[in-house]
């Protein structure tokens, strides 16, 4: 039983690290968005910059934790998932950032909620409530982002999902890796 308990830490801490890397991607789209005079404006502005620095100043020791550990994995990981974010087109750049962004979130919600209960330390229910503050202000201010495609007729639904497994693809595919070369 404790071997079982222990492989579910570990999992939860691989969950823990997807949502980081998901939310710290976030701060890019954002910026991108800053001056954005048709997206980034009332309460999503006010909303988005209170969370940014949220984010900013809770994923910094995290990630610096994460680099000290693998640095190289952690920077080929962030580029691979950046990288697989860029196939989704949208009618101009803005657009794509809103949602990008808010696909992002939505993943890395869905990181947080599949952790075993008692494993949810006070970081992750911090994240979590905080960026459903940020998603549903996104839901409010814009409601037809629940139900925009790219350029090729994906969905935000079908983005969310490939995030999800994508996130679990190179997450667990890293962890294999390393576990192979120790």
């Known amino acids: 039983m404790t071997e079982e308990k222990e492989k579910l830490n570990e999992q939860d801490l691989v969950k823990s690290v997807r949502s980081t890397l998901k939310v710290s991607s976030c701060l890019n789209n954002i910026d991108e968005l800053h001056d954005d005079k048709k997206y980034f404006k009332y309460q999503f502005r006010t909303y988005a910059s209170k969370w940014s620095n949220f984010i900013e100043s ?40 809103l949602i990008k962004l808010y696909c992002k979130l939505k993943s890395s919600i869905h990181d947080i909620e599949s952790m075993e209960k008692d494993s949810k330390e006070i970081y992750n229910s911090v994240l979590s409530h905080n960026t ?14 629940k139900n925009a495609k790219d350029l090729n007729g994906n969905s935000v639904s079908e983005i969310i999902e490939f995030l999800n497994k994508l996130g679990n693809d190179l997450m667990y595919k890293d962890e294999k890796v390393r576990k192979e070369n120790t």
């Not at 974010?85 to 794509?96: G, I, L, T, V, Y």
């Not at 503050?133 to 982002?145: R, S, T």
């Open 58 to 97: 809770h994923t910094k020791e995290m990630m610096k934790a994460f680099s000290i550990e693998n640095d190289e994995a952690l920077i080929d990981v962030y580029n691979a998932f950046e990288e697989s974010c860029s196939q989704f087109k949208f009618k101009n750049e803005a657009r794509a950032n």
């Open 132 to 145: 459903k503050f940020l998603i549903n202000q996104m839901e409010k201010q814009y409601p037809e982002i």
